[in-house]
Antibody, heavy 127, light 110 residues
Framework: QVQLQESGPGLVTPSETPTLTCTVS??????????WTWIRQSAGKGLEWIGR???????NYNPSLKSRVTISLDTSKNQFSLKLTSVTAADTAVYYC???????????????????WGQGTLVTVSS | QSMLTQPPSASATPGQRVTIPCSGG????????VSWFQQFPGRAPQLLMY???RRPTGARDRFSGSKSGTSASLAISGLQSDDEADYYC???????????FGGGTKLTVL
């Protein structure tokens, strides 16, 4: 059974550059079968996709966050991480890591899904 | 502002059937399969439906999904009190080159 567990700094001050880590068990992140994804949720608000990383370090980022986000793999530890620069109070949220799968045919995505998710880690940006 | 539009709330009584709509556009729902997630307070979202109408292993068959054009919907039949949760639709958006989510619908079982 695949499980994901986020860890992070909890409280950060504005303009810091926090790094969040997702530890994966029950699956190898270097298998090349899945994308590894970060999603966040501000208090009382909806979900926002941050980005994803694939084997070899191939990434896709939300255009609204792209200039401040780096997602990377650490295959030796079976972890992937999220680094977010120049944080403000607007970045206060619960950050989830998740596994994203897809089935392609002839280069076209036939179906995709995000499952499972980690339990989430709260990052609060405050001075 | 979410790229997918959902009503903020829905309600029904136990045993009823309720439908939650999700509206998008030609670059997202119009081209890609829709997923639905269920989220209880203080918990992580959980995949409920993917590829419009496929249920992951363990998902209850009281839940069903459909898509037509640039809109999708989640239907829950035989509503139960433990269905009270937030429900989010999501899909890949070809213009954003990323996943987009609806704003979520809070379902209340009266």
């Amino acid at each position: 059974q695949v499980q994901l567990q986020e860890s992070g700094p909890g409280l950060v001050t504005p303009s810091e550059t926090p790094t969040l880590t997702c530890t994966v068990s029950g699956d190898a992140i270097n298998s090349g079968h899945y994308y590894w994804t970060w999603i966040r949720q501000s208090a009382g608000k909806g979900l926002e996709w941050i980005g994803r990383v694939y084997l070899g370090g191939v990434t896709n980022y939300n255009p609204s966050l792209k200039s401040r986000v780096t997602i990377s793999l650490d295959t030796s530890k079976n972890q992937f991480s999220l680094k977010l620069t120049s944080v403000t109070a607007a970045d206060t949220a619960v950050y989830y890591c998740a596994r994203q799968g897809e089935v392609t045919l002839g280069g076209v995505v036939e179906m995709n899904w995000i499952d499972p998710w980690g339990q989430g880690t709260l990052v609060t940006v405050s001075s | 502002q979410s790229m997918l539009t959902q009503p903020p709330s829905a309600s029904a009584t136990p045993g009823q059937r309720v439908t939650i709509p999700c509206s998008g556009g030609s670059s997202n729902i119009g081209r890609n399969g829709v997923s639905w997630f269920q989220q209880f307070p203080g918990r992580a979202p959980q995949l409920l439906m993917y590829d419009n109408n496929r249920r992951p292993t363990g998902a209850r068959d009281r839940f069903s999904g459909s898509k037509s054009g640039t809109s999708a919907s989640l239907a829950i039949s035989g509503l139960q009190s433990d269905d009270e949760a937030d429900y989010y639709c999501a899909t890949w958006d070809d213009s954003v080159n990323g996943w987009v989510f609806g704003g979520g619908t809070k379902l209340t079982v009266l």
